[in-house]
C-alpha cells in the first residue's frame, strides 16, 4: 500500500490513541520508560522487554536512549543529527535537544524531513555530526553502499549508531538468492529482511571508514538500569567512530 502524508498522520494518530489507552491500563511503578519518562507495572503483553505502554518504545530504543543519555558525545548539540526510519518515541527525544539540526529520512515514508535512498543520498559531504540507523541495514540489498554512502555524509569524528538483528554466534548470514518471504522469515526473522548479521559486521563498518565500539547491554549497562528499563542484555549498539 502506497505511503501518503495522509495515511502516515492517521497511522501516527491511531497509534497515539492506543498508547494513551493502554498507559492507563498498565500503570504501576515497576519499570520505567526512559523515552517518555512513565512508570508502569510491566511492559505489553508482560513480556519482560515488552514495548512501553505508553510511548511503544521497544527495548532496542530505550537501550539507543540510555546511551545517549550515558555518553553525551555521541549526540553533540552543535551538530547535525541525521535519523534514518525514525522512531516516534525517538523523535521527541532528540528532536528537542537539536532543532533544525535534526533531520529525519526515509525511502518512502512522509513523516520524515526528507526522502533519501541510504545508497545514493544528496547530502554533502561531512554533512552531520551524528548518524542513527537502527534496524534499517538489514533491508537493504547493498549494505556495504550503504555503509560507505554513511561515512561519506558524516564529518570526522563523527559517530554513526548501528541496530540491526544480531547472532551472537557466528558470522552473518546472507544469500540473495532467498527471495521467498516465507524462507526469509524462517531464516533471518522477518519477511523482509535479507540477512542476518553476525560479527563480522565490524570488519563491513571498519572497511567503511569507522573504528568501531561494540556495546553490548549485558557487560555495558548497570544490572540495576537493564531491569528498571526493560534492556534486553543480548541488545548491541556498533557505535562507528568516523576516521579522517
Known amino acids: 500500500m502506497r505511503r501518503t502524508p495522509i495515511r502516515d498522520r492517521l ?3 491511531a497509534r497515539e490513541l492506543r498508547n494513551g489507552v493502554r498507559g492507563f491500563a498498565y500503570r504501576g511503578d515497576q519499570v520505567s520508560c526512559p523515552l517518555c519518562q512513565g512508570t508502569f507495572r510491566g511492559w505489553v503483553d508482560e513480556r519482560p522487554f515488552g514495548r512501553c505502554p505508553r510511548c511503544g518504545a521497544a527495548t532496542r530504543s530505550r537501550v539507543l536512549s540510555d546511551l545517549l543519555e550515558r555518553r553525551p558525545e555521541l549526540l553533540p548539540t552543535d551538530q547535525r543529527c541525521l535519523h534514518f526510519a525514525p522512531e516516534e518515541c525517538l523523535r521527541r527525544r532528540i528532536a528537542p535537544l537539536l532543532g533544525e539540526g535534526y533531520v529525519t529520512t526515509d525511502l518512502r515514508r512522509t513523516d520524515v524531513t526528507t526522502q533519501q535512498d541510504i545508497t ?4 554533502a559531504d561531512g554533512s552531520f555530526g551524528t548518524i542513527v540507523c537502527s534496524h ?5 540489498p547493498d549494505d556495504r553502499g550503504a555503509l560507505s554512502e554513511l561515512a561519506r555524509v558524516l564529518r570526522p569524528g563523527g559517530h ?3 541496530q540491526v538483528p544480531f547472532n551472537h554466534h ?3 548470514d546472507e544469500d540473495p538468492s532467498v527471495t521467498d518471504p516465507e524462507e526469509r522469515l524462517r531464516r533471518w526473522g522477518e519477511l523482509d529482511h535479507l ?3 553476525g560479527s563480522d559486521l ?3 563498518m571498519t ?3 569507522f573504528d568501531v565500539d561494540t556495546i553490548l547491554v549485558e557487560s555495558g549497562f548497570p544490572r540495576e538500569l537493564q531491569e528498571r528499563h526493560g534492556l534486553a542484555p543480548d541488545q548491541v549498539v556498533f557505535v562507528g567512530r568516523r576516521r579522517g
Open 195 to 197: 540477512r542476518l548479521y
Open 11 to 13: 497511522r501516527r494518530s
Open 207 to 209: 572497511s567503511a571508514g
Open 136 to 140: 534499517v541495514l538489514e533491508h537493504i
Open 202 to 204: 565490524v570488519d563491513r
Open 160 to 162: 554513526l549508531l548501528v
Open 170 to 172: 557466528g558470522l552473518t
Open 120 to 123: 545514493r543520498m544528496t547530502f
